[in-house]
């Protein structure tokens, strides 16, 4: 696999709490060492008579290190994690993009784990076919 210091994927969740959700990301992702210091806020400005910046995403620069990898491993514990069901939506920078969801995760055995993170480490390389959006780990 091919890790780039220019490439970075988008993470997004459109159902409500989205911005919740995606600030937990940010936390649990601000705790892998791998990725610490590589995950950014995509924020839009402020709507008329709000307190600040919308959050609607998350950025994350893949580089050198074991960033792929500590990205799927975590995205696949913090989606299993969650009691709500979430799809969470990442988009590579060439404009590929899939989904992920908790429904089926949550109920994977240890090997068929391992067999979704290496599937969704080939779905973030960037080096990899641009896939079609929603093609992908669910």
Do not use: N, Y
Not at 46 to 66: D, I, K, N, R
Not at 88 to 108: C, M, P
């Amino acid at each position: 696999m091919t890790e780039r210091q220019d490439d970075t994927v988008l993470l997004t969740i459109d159902e409500a709490p989205g911005a919740d959700d995606l600030r937990s990301i940010h936390d649990w992702l601000g705790d892998t060492d791998e990725i610490r210091g590589r995950v950014g806020l995509a924020e839009s400005p402020p709507v008329p008579g709000s307190l600040g910046p919308v959050t609607e995403g998350l950025l994350v620069a893949l580089g050198p290190g074991g960033a792929v990898t500590a990205l799927a491993t975590t995205l696949l514990a913090w989606i299993r994690q969650r009691r709500s069901e979430v799809t969470l939506k990442v988009t590579r920078s060439d404009g590929a993009s899939f989904e992920l969801t908790g429904k089926r995760i949550r109920l994977l055995g240890d090997a068929e784990l391992r067999q979704l993170v290496d599937q969704l480490k080939t779905q973030l390389d960037p080096a990899e076919p641009a896939q079609a959006t929603g093609d992908g780990p669910s």
